[in-house]
């Protein structure tokens, strides 16, 4: 094309460095990279940080700064959904850039889509290597005492496909709520409750993600305690019941009465107790938790898309 | 070139936005090659009419097709649309801006659209932000006229100009649609703009047609009546005219009227000139619109109703 040749000689070496990646980005994905690359690198440049100070730490064999770091991942679909999500669309509809792109020759669909795939593209790069540095960090721990806090919100959150999910559904829904109010403070702003409305439920659902398991011991009650009896890792969802030989569960407060050890005996051998029962949630469930919660994340941010499409490609820009 | 070719063609167009109609009932034909002037006063719908061509917003009621494709059909580049606060990106650099232009649009034309930057002394390393209002309506100039479009629609393009810049780009602007016979709808309520610009108009007041035709026609039918009044009244004998507007000063009336048959009376005739014309409609909503032959929408076709 001539048209291509006359720009590389009268605007020379500036129009060819404005695209860093002439070859990988071309039409609306060139448009796209060029007006959020300043947002893009710094999620990527910001990731690359953490991963390597993650294996820095995790080489010394050191637990140092490990819950402050998951700390700063559990906030990291927090400040996606806020400072990536929410201006996607909010910005371009605030100060008319939408009203430009749509006076193209391009339709207003493959503006929402490559906009969404780009940054859904970047947030799932930067996330899957948080997540894949900070479980290898974490798998030198499951096998310690504390164990059975894989399930709680700092291993659990920031392992596996978990992050990953939660940050998508944070910047696909602050994407939406910037499209909707076309405002990019208010869109900010309430994709902040967004987000923290998310994490909060998740961690209110996060315990009925698994198939909790009952053990059942027939030893007694005094012979060995709960914590005795549990594999490694095992997270109780409830306190421990006194089983009787008939099965029927009796609360541990059934004897307490009793005053000396002999009336304990006599008064758990009256109701009958044979051992404990315990619910938990085994260490081994821990993956597939995992991957259920992050489907029912993605089925939302798939619903959130959807109803992207629905709106997007109606609306007057 | 274009001889029979509609380049626009609105069929009982309607928008209403949450505070009402922006407009109502709007039909009329822009032939193809026409420098058309879309006047108004501010709230008229002339930026609801042009974004409806540009396909940026969805007409409410009714149809509006470009070059006879089905309305709602996608943009197929015959189409540029410079918008009113003429959008672009702040961070961007012209040579950036210039370079979406070609991305986004498969006919781009790199040399026209530099050519138009470098007329009016405009880096390209610059950043968009760093422009001055003159200079960035000429880079979205640029971004309009590099799209090679058949049908270029600006909303008020002149507004943020100084006298020496809209003349500048307006000599750009004429020269390249000339040049390429390109149809050209231009809103503005600058009436000073028009004149020896525009071979068409057409006048929006209140989100209705009040006009639309070849200037040359409308002139033509119109013609300016002064002579000194009957009694309180306007001389019995105009009255087989259509009066548009009339005004009184001591003893001499003036009035525009649209003339049914020779205005022959003890009065002098003289023929209105374009901002007379306009002026006189815009003031007096009551008078009937008129939409030349030229600028009548055709019969439907059944293609465009089934879209």
Redesign the interface.
């Known amino acids: 094309m ?3 040749t ?2 590389s000689t ?2 020379g070496a ?2 060819a460095g ?2 860093r990646l002439p070859q990988l980005f ?3 994905a ?2 796209v990279w ?2 959020h690359r300043a947002a893009f690198w710094t999620v990527l440049g910001a990731s690359a940080l953490a991963v390597a100070y993650i294996v820095f730490q995790r080489s010394q064999v050191y637990i140092g700064g490990y819950s402050t770091t998951s700390t700063g991942l559990r906030l990291v679909p927090i400040l996606l959904g806020v400072f990536l999500g929410a201006p996607l669309f909010a910005g371009d509809l605030e ?3 939408a ?9 207003r669909t493959r503006w929402l889509t490559t906009k969404l795939a780009l940054t859904s593209v970047v947030v799932v790069v930067s996330t899957v290597a948080l997540s894949a540095a900070f479980g290898w960090w974490f798998d030198l721990y499951q096998s310690e005492v504390t164990a059975a806090e894989w399930i709680f919100e700092y291993n659990f959150n920031t392992t596996g496909p978990v992050p990953v999910a939660l940050a998508l559904l944070s910047v696909l829904g602050g994407a939406a709520i910037g499209l909707v109010l076309r405002r990019t403070l208010a869109a900010m702003a309430v994709t902040l409750a967004f987000t923290v409305a998310v994490q909060l439920v998740w961690s209110h659902l996060l315990l009925s993600l698994g198939n909790v398991l009952t053990l059942t011991t027939s030893k007694g009650v005094t012979a060995e305690y709960p914590a005795q009896v549990l594999p490694t890792g095992a997270y109780r969802t409830g306190g421990a019941s006194y089983i009787t030989g008939d099965g029927k569960l009796l609360g541990i407060g059934t004897c307490a009465d009793a005053q000396t050890e002999r009336a304990t005996e006599l008064c758990l051998r009256k109701a009958d107790v044979v051992g404990w029962s315990i619910d938990y949630l085994p260490m081994s469930q821990m993956t597939g938790m995992q991957w259920f919660g992050a489907s029912i994340l993605l089925a939302l941010t798939a619903a959130v898309t959807a109803f992207l499409f629905l709106w997007g490609g ?1 609306r ?2 | 070139m274009h001889a029979g070719e509609s380049a626009i063609e609105a069929h009982a167009l309607g928008m209403r936005y949450r505070r009402g109609w922006a407009l109502k009932d709007c039909s009329f034909r822009l032939p193809a090659g026409r420098i058309c002037g879309l006047v108004g006063p501010n709230g008229a719908g002339k930026t609801t009419l042009l974004s409806i061509a540009a396909r940026v917003l969805e007409p409410t009621q009714g149809t509006l097709s470009v070059f006879g494709a089905a309305p709602g059909s996608a943009d197929s580049g015959r189409t540029a649309f410079l918008a009113q606060d003429k959008p672009l990106f702040r961070r961007f650099t012209v040579a950036e801006t210039l370079r979406l232009g070609r991305e986004l649009n498969p006919g781009w034309d790199q040399r026209t659209a530099e050519d138009v930057v470098r007329a009016g002394d405009v880096p390209l390393d610059a950043r968009i932000g760093s422009l001055s209002g003159g200079l960035r309506s000429r880079v979205a100039l640029a971004l309009a006229l590099g799209k090679r479009p058949d049908l270029l629609l600006l909303d008020e393009p002149m507004a943020d100009l100084d006298p020496v810049a809209r003349q500048e780009v307006m000599g750009t602007l004429l020269a390249d649609t000339a040049e390429r016979g390109t149809t050209l709808l231009m809103s503005t309520h600058v009436l000073a703009e028009l004149e020896n610009v525009c071979d068409y108009l057409v006048v929006l007041s209140g989100g209705e047609v009040r006009l639309a035709g070849d200037v040359e026609e409308l002139l033509s039918v119109h013609t300016v009546v002064t002579g000194a009044k009957e009694g309180e009244d306007l001389p019995a004998s105009l009255a087989q005219h259509s009066l548009v507007e009339s005004r009184v000063s001591g003893r001499q009336f003036t009035a525009l009227i649209r003339s049914e048959g020779p205005a022959a009376g003890r009065w002098e005739t003289d023929s209105p000139n374009l901002e007379e014309l306009l002026i006189a409609y815009l003031r007096s909503p009551g008078a009937a619109p008129l939409i030349t032959p030229t600028a009548q929408a055709r019969a439907y076709d059944t293609r465009t109703v089934a879209a």
């Not at chain 1, 009203?99 to 339709?107: D, I, N």
Request: hydrophobic share 35%.
């Open positions: 001539s048209s291509l006359s720009t009268t605007t500036r129009a404005t695209g071309k039409g609306m060139w448009l060029r007006q100060n008319g850039t009203r430009l792109v749509a006076a193209q020759s391009v339709s109606k007057p820009v």
